[in-house]
Each structure stands twice: as C-alpha cells, then as structure tokens.
C-alpha cells in the first residue's frame, strides 16, 4: 500500500527541493550508479505503509552500518555494463565463424568500434562480478529473512555457479581473443541476460543501503523502532532538522493522551523549523530510513499532511483564506475515510480576521484531537484559543517556542517548553526601527492654523 | 518651473499594487490608455506615465487639451513607418550648413556611383519617406485640423503652418512620381530639413506624438464617459464621486470625500467584500488626475500632491531574510520618513500588519493610524481586519472616517453589494464558508457539537 502524502508536504518538508538546492533527498544521496539513484528516489516518492517493510529496510541499513561497508564496484563498470546490456538486437551477437577479410583486416586494425566496445563490456562484467563475489564471501548474512537478503542469497548462488563463475572468471585479466569476446557475448548478452539482470538490480540496492547507512553513520542518524500496531503513538527524543546547521533537538510525545501538540511562540522564534524538523524525521521513519533524532519509536500511520506554506491560488480565484478551508477539508476527508494520520499545521487560518480564525482553530484542533486515528501539531498566533482548548480537551499538550530579551535584543533558545506563551515582540520591533519617533517628531500641519 | 526638483514621490511597490505601468500586461493601467498609433506616442505615453505632474497649472493644460479632442472623431494621419523615417532622418544627421551640406550629397551619390549604393539608397529612403510624412501632415493640419474648434489643435497649426506651406514641400509633391531627385534636389530637400528649421522638425515630431497619445486618451474618455478631475489649489482634499476600478468590466461607482478635517478613512470588510480593489481605485484615480488624464469616475476633485504610496501587495523578502511582518514594518518606515518630512501625500495601506500576532497588529496599526493623523497636509486610507482597531480610534482620535464594505448573507450564500456604507464592519463568515464546505458533516459521530 502506498503512503499518503502529497506534493504540499512534500514542498513544504523541502524532500526534493529545487534543483541544485538542499534537500532531504539529496543529503542521502551518496549513490554511485543511477540505478541506486533511481531506487531512492522511488521510495521517496512512493513511502511504504507495511511496518514489515521499514523494519526490514531499518535492519539491513543498521547492519551496512554496522559493518562500515563501501560500495566494491565501480560506477563505470556499471555504466558499460547497462549500454551494453540495453542492446539485444541477435544480428549484433558477434559470430566466431563467417569471418570475412574486412572483419579480419579491422580487427587488426583496432578499428572495429563495436569489437571494442564489446571486449570493454565483457571485461567491466568480469571485474565486476568477480569483485562482487569477493564481496559477498566476506559479508556475512545477518540473520533475517528479508526481501534483500533473499535477493542476496540468490545473486550468491548465481555467481558460485560453476558454468557461470567459468564464464565470468575467464573475462578477467588477460587479453580476449575474438572466440572469447563471441563466445563471452552470447553468455552474457543472451543466454545469461536475466541473471545479470538480478544481480544489477541487488547491486543498485546495495548501492542504495550503503549509501544511506554511510550517511547515517557519518551524520550519528537514529534508527526508528516500529512498535506493534495499536493505538497511534510516536515517541520521538532530540529531534532536529537534519538542513539546518547546529540544529538543537526537542522531543515529542504523542499517543492516545496526547493527540494533539499545540504550538506557539513569536515570529522568528523557530516554529516552523520545529514543525519542519517534525515532518521529516516522521517521513523518514516511514519510509525506513535513519531518522534526524537521538531515537524514536513509532507505530505506522497512513500518511502524512503538512501545510506549511500554502499559497494563494489567485488563477483558480481562491483566497489564501479559501485556499486553507480547502486544504482542512482534503485531510479531513482522509482522515473521515478512517485513514491513520499524521497532520502538521503551521499557522492555520492566518489568512482572516481574528474572530474566525479563534473559532475555526478551536474548532478543527477539538475535533481532530477527538478523533482515533490523527495525531496533530498545529501552531497558531492566536494564543486565545488555547484557553477554549483547554475547557473542551484534555488530550492537547501546549508547548511553546521562548524568547529570551537580552539587552532590548530577542534571543532564542530554540528548545520546546511546556504551555502557552505570550511573547510578542512586534511592537518592539517598530519600536527598534524608530517609526513612532519618526512621525511624533516631523513636519505637522494643522488644520487652519 | 523647475521638474527635476519637485518629481512626484511614488515607487515601485505602489506601482505594482495599482498595477499603473507595465507595456507588456494587458490588464496594465498603461495598456489600458494605450491607443497611441505611433511607436514615438507609445513611449512619450510611458515617460508620461512614470513622471507625474506636480504642477497644477501643467495639469490643467493637458486636461483641456485633452477635453478639447473628446468628439472630434479625428484619427492620426500617417503610418508608423513614415513618421519613424522621418525622425530617424532628423536624429540621425546634424544640422548642417548648405555647401557643406552639398559636398556631402555629391560625395554620397559618387561614392554610389562607384558601386557602393548602401548609405545613398539608404538615405535616400529616408528623405522620400520623410518628406511624403510632412505632406501628409501638411493636409491633414490644412484640411481637417484648421477648422476644429479646439484652442489646443490651433495653436498646434498656427504654430507649424510657416513650416508646413513651404513653397518647397509644394515641389517635392509635384516631383513625387516623377524621376529620382538630381544632386541638386537631394540636397536643397536635405538642407530644408538639416538646415534653420531642424529644430522646429523635431518640435513638430513631438507634439505629433502627444497629440497621438491625446487623441488615444481622449477616445477612451469619451467611450468610457470618464471625468476631468477639478484641480484644486491649497489645502488637502480629494473627492471622488462614482469612482471605480478601470479593469473591471462591471465595476460599481463609491463615493469618498478626506480633507484636513477628516484626512484618514478607515476601511473594513469581509475577506472579497471588494476593500482592496476600492483602495486600487483611490490610488489609480489620484494617479491619473496627476497625469492630467481623465479618471474612472463621475466626478474628482483633487489638490496636487506631492506623491502617493501605497502597500497592498507586499511580499515577504525571503531572499532578504525578512518575514512578512519585518517587511512590513520597514516599509511602514519607509513612508513614514516622507509623511514626517512634511510632503503632502496620498498614502494606501491595506491590512497592515497582518504579519504577526493580534495584538501586536492592533498596538502597532492603531499607533501607526494615530501617529500618521496629525500630518493634516496628507491623506491616508488604512483597511484592517482588527476591527478593535476602529473601536479604540473611534474613542480617542478625531478626523478618520469610518466606512466598509458590506457582505449580506442570503440563503447560505454571500452576496457582495460593492457600495460603501457608514461605519465598521465586523462581518466575517469564515467559519460559514468552512460549514459550507462540509468539513464537520464528514464526522457525523461529532456533528452536534459543532454544527
């Protein structure tokens, strides 16, 4: 089943950025071949909701971990090997009789492109194959049954085949002559295409998991417990965003007591980053990857909403007000549907007057928090409506983001303190900017003077 | 007069918000009084555009010129690309005395002889072209203009008649089908151009342009039945009866009237009660009576300012590393600073403050609003979504005006009647568009409590 999430979240969340930016996906995208790029990318864009599933991907990434594995191909080889493969048009196969003299006379010559491109190929197989089995002699099975491992045991067996471990072993070293090259390509092109095929697509996993494991490694990652399924629960110690340099962690809590988190704090005091940091390290335990935190343990939902920074949609005619409503209405419809979620709210109804946006916070926050199957952080400026909470629910933990005056200057702790906090510092901030004096102080005309 | 030191005060942001310029966007204010025929009339339009007048006396002279165009039914005379060849010939060639002049003629016409025909041909092309632009204009100021009852087009014909009925331009039309001009012709052609009236060719262009751009603008007014602002001199005051937003087709005339008394008018509504757009509209008319234009209304009255500010649209600075809040608050310095040093100015404000958190908005918007009332020479039009902020005001400070835009509820849906009305408005129906769209229904297990 596929996770819910959507391309709001995932812009807001910054998973794949814009190009030549930072993103979540590019930080563990140490891949060597594109092939491990592409298999990345696709669990980032199609996440997972069998918890079977991440805790098998969580194990095999802890245990490349573990062993500090470095990917042992090389990407070139890789590459040739794909060209090569990509082509099986069987009146390219080179024949070993029929030889004619303009053959013989390139061949002498070296001038026949597609002979030399053929022995380049076969070699890249042969290094690489080998250099693979090398590899897995010395890595030993951690013990599960897993869809990699199955995969693994398979690739062990194809490459400890004797015809196959012949062919192979023969490409390596030494000059081919013409009948090897033939003979080489017809195993491999032909007659042998799939289990090549098997064992580039395990080596783009491997590429994969090492890739991710050395980030998690380098980067000190905590990998996410999946609990049993039961009632929604997240536990999650010093998370942070994994972007932001020097980020401080805070920890959250929530299950059946505790649905809803209930966010406040002045501008610029760090809650979107917070919201932000949340988001990433939930997506990234569900799709199995390291997580940005010190630890965590998580029961699986069924997806994931954020909004963040949601737009205006003035082409559809929408208000940034409209454009809210409607994003509420989407989650709420999932969540009616009885799907398990995870819902991030920054700021919600900022796009109206302060009477509806009180009241419509009040009302979608108790309504979610009574639900069974969301669990919510939502942040708002409208601090009121934590006074209207607390007289309706009792399953909302109110944190806010503190500012620390120094010297008439906000200074910011970044760290997650229980309750509501009034901090404002607007005023201040004209007041630092000097309008008030400005205008008291400037050319006045009466009237009739 | 000096206009270089007394520029109107605008910038960019209100140019945007009013979306005034802009040759490249259909829905511009600009394009909007674009009929101009002639690339030249097209660009003195644009400098019209970004330099307002300052000056009463200039303003009122280009409204009558203007008003004295509305319902002649002229159109101007000559294509683009004659007029283009003759300013192209006046720019590109200095004035130049007659035997100098000569000697350049024959050396172009030699060096044409000699095989290289590219500058002769070229120049050629010019003058022909050029001269056939005069005649043309010649029967047109002759035959059509003369005539009008316009004080505006007479002086513009008196002005050029001497140049026009040169017995000269009468050879070149008999010479116009016969053989190419001789040495002799090219030259005596060239110098009436190059020679004493260089000066007056280049004058004569540009009035053609500005009479292209007034023929344009008189059209639209007389189309759009708009009005000619009376231009007020001394105090403070801006009166508009009708007035309404040129871009919209079905656009619903409002009524506004601030002066020192009352020199701040104080807008509410609820979200598309149509606040912004009237706001757009002040600033649009104001704009265009400073450009001595006819304005979407059915009356105005204005003074001259000194310039117009407005904050509508205002974007984070993310790049900056401004908030939406921050941005606003320097922008609010911004303006702040030239209603301090005494200009007397037109400032726009929608939802200021809307940034950060309720209370800050309020403290600062109503300080903001008070601060800004005593500078009597100025006008201001603030709209909020605090109403609180038009209670305390209404308590404690004199001369704002307190008006909105209403949104009636009819059977579960908003109508918008686009007049304003007296007073504050605390209209909101957030939570009913959000029951409209049925977000509780989806839980019927919790509906009662929240329907």
């Known amino acids: ?62 245990f490349f971990c573990s062993t500090s594995a470095t990917f042992p191909l090389e ?58 089995n090398s590899f897995l002699e010395q890595t030993n099975e951690n013990g599960q049954s897993s869809a990699f491992q199955k995969m693994q045991k398979e690739v062990k067996s194809i490459l400890n085949n004797q015809e196959f471990k012949a062919a192979y072993s023969s490409l390596v070293g030494t000059r081919l002559s013409f009948e090897q090259i033939a003979s080489g390509d017809r195993f491999f092109r032909f007659t042998h295409y ?59 809590e929530m299950n059946a007591s505790q649905r809803v988190l209930f966010l406040t704090g002045a501008n610029m005091a760090g809650k979107s980053t917070l919201m932000k940091s949340f988001g990433i390290t939930v997506f990234l335990a569900h799709i199995g990857l390291p997580v940005p935190a010190l630890s965590m343990k998580f029961t699986v939902s069924d997806g994931l909403y954020t909004t963040i920074n949601l737009s205006d949609n003035i082409q559809m005619g929408h208000s ?52 069974e199957n969301s669990l919510m952080l939502v942040s708002t400026h409208i601090v009121e409506a934590a006074d209207d909470l607390r007289h309706q629910c009792r399953n909302i933990r109110y944190a806010y983001m503190p500012t620390v005056m120094k010297d008439h200057q906000p200074v910011y702790t970044y760290v997650l303190t229980e309750g509501v906090t009034e901090d404002r510092h607007g005023m201040l901030i004209i007041q630092n900017e000097g309008i008030l004096d400005i205008l008291a102080n400037g050319k006045k005309e009466k009237i009739y003077e | 007069m000096n206009k270089e030191a007394r520029s109107f005060c605008t910038d960019r942001q209100t140019t945007e918000d009013l979306n005034l310029l802009g040759k490249y966007k259909t829905d511009s204010i600009f394009s909007l009084y674009n009929r101009t025929r002639t690339k030249g009339g097209e660009k003195l339009l644009e400098t019209y555009f970004q330099h307002p007048l300052t000056e009463a006396a200039a303003i009122e002279e280009r409204q009558r010129s203007i008003s004295s165009l509305v319902s002649k039914a002229l159109a101007f005379p000559v294509e683009e690309k004659e007029l283009e060849a003759l300013e192209q010939y006046l720019t590109s060639f200095a004035p130049v005395g007659k035997v100098k002049l000569f000697t350049e003629v024959l050396k172009r016409r030699s060096v044409a002889l000699a095989g290289m025909k590219e500058e002769q041909d070229h120049v050629y092309t010019l003058l022909t072209e050029g001269l056939k632009a005069l005649l043309k204009l010649r029967d047109w100021f002759r035959g059509t203009l003369t005539g009008m009852e316009s004080g505006y087009l007479q002086k513009l014909t008196g002005r050029y008649s001497a140049l026009l009925e040169n017995k000269l331009l009468d050879q070149f039309e008999a010479h116009i089908a016969g053989d190419r001009l001789s040495v002799m012709q090219q030259s005596k052609y060239e110098s009436f ?84 757009t009237f706001m757009k509209t002040i600033g649009i008319c104001c704009y265009l009576a400073h450009l001595g234009f006819p304005v979407p209304a059915k009356e105005m009255e204005t003074s001259v300012y000194d310039g117009l500010y407005s904050s509508i649209n205002l974007p984070d600075n993310i790049s900056k590393g401004y908030s939406h809040f921050y941005a606003e608050v320097l922008r609010v310095k911004e303006v702040a ?66 008006k909105y835009m209403p949104s009636l509820l009819e059977a579960n849906a908003t109508r918008y009647t686009y007049t304003l009305q007296e007073g504050i408005s605390d209209d909101r129906h957030g939570m009913m568009i959000i029951r409209q769209e049925g977000i509780f229904d989806l839980f019927p297990s919790k509906k009662l409590r929240y329907s």
């Open chain 1, 320 to 371: 940034h007000f409209y454009a809210e409503v409607l994003r509420v209405k989407k989650v709420s419809m999932e969540l009616a549907a009885g799907k398990k979620l995870i819902i991030i709210f920054d700021e919600l109804f900022r796009g109206t007057n302060v009477k509806d946006a009180h009241e419509a916070t009040v009302a979608v926050t108790a309504l979610y928090s009574e639900l």
């Open chain 1, 1 to 62: 089943m596929i996770w819910n999430t959507d391309k709001q979240t995932l812009d807001d969340l910054n998973i794949f950025g814009k190009k030549g930016k930072d993103s979540v996906y590019a930080l563990f995208n140490r891949t060597c071949t594109t092939g491990g790029a592409e298999k990345l990318e696709h669990i980032f864009h199609y996440p997972t909701t069998g918890a079977d599933e991440i805790r098998e991907r969580t194990q095999t990434i802890q």
């Open chain 2, 337 to 402: 600073k030239e209603v301090a040093a005494g200009k007397k100015l037109l400032i726009i404000f929608d939802e200021l403050f809307k940034g950060t958190n309720v209370k800050d908005a309020f403290d600062a918007t109503s300080g903001v609003a008070r601060a800004m009332l005593d500078y009597k020479q100025s006008l201001f039009v603030l709209s909020t979504h605090i109403v609180e902020v038009g209670a305390l005001l209404q308590k404690e400070a004199v001369g704002i005006q307190y």
């Open chain 1, 75 to 132: 990407a070139v080889w890789i590459e040739v090997m794909v060209a090569y493969l990509s082509d099986r048009d069987s009146r390219t196969l080179l024949r070993a009789d029929g030889e004619t003299m303009e053959s013989k006379l390139n061949k002498w010559l070296k001038a026949d492109t597609q002979l030399n491109f053929t022995q380049k190929a076969l070699k890249a197989i042969g290094e690489c194959l080998t250099r693979l």
């Open chain 2, 193 to 276: 151009l190059r020679g004493d009236n260089h000066e007056t060719f280049n004058s004569l262009l540009r009035d053609c342009y500005e009479l292209d751009v007034f023929l344009g603008v008189a059209q639209l007014m007389e189309e759009n039945n708009y009005c000619c602002p009376v231009i007020l001199h001394g105090k403070a005051l801006l009166k508009l009866k009708g007035a309404y937003h040129p871009g919209l087709k079905k656009a619903i005339g409002n009524d506004l009237q601030l002066d020192a008394r009352q020199n701040m008018l104080f807008l509410t509504g609820a979200n598309m009660a149509g606040k912004s």
């Open chain 1, 194 to 252: 799939d289990q090549l095929q098997h064992i580039l697509e395990y080596v783009y996993w491997l590429d994969l998991y090492i890739s991710v494991a050395t980030v998690a490694r380098e980067r000190k990652l905590a990998f996410a417990e999946v609990l049993p399924d039961g009632d929604q629960q997240l536990h999650i110690q010093g998370f942070y965003h994994p972007l932001v340099p020097g980020a401080l962690g805070n920890n959250i």
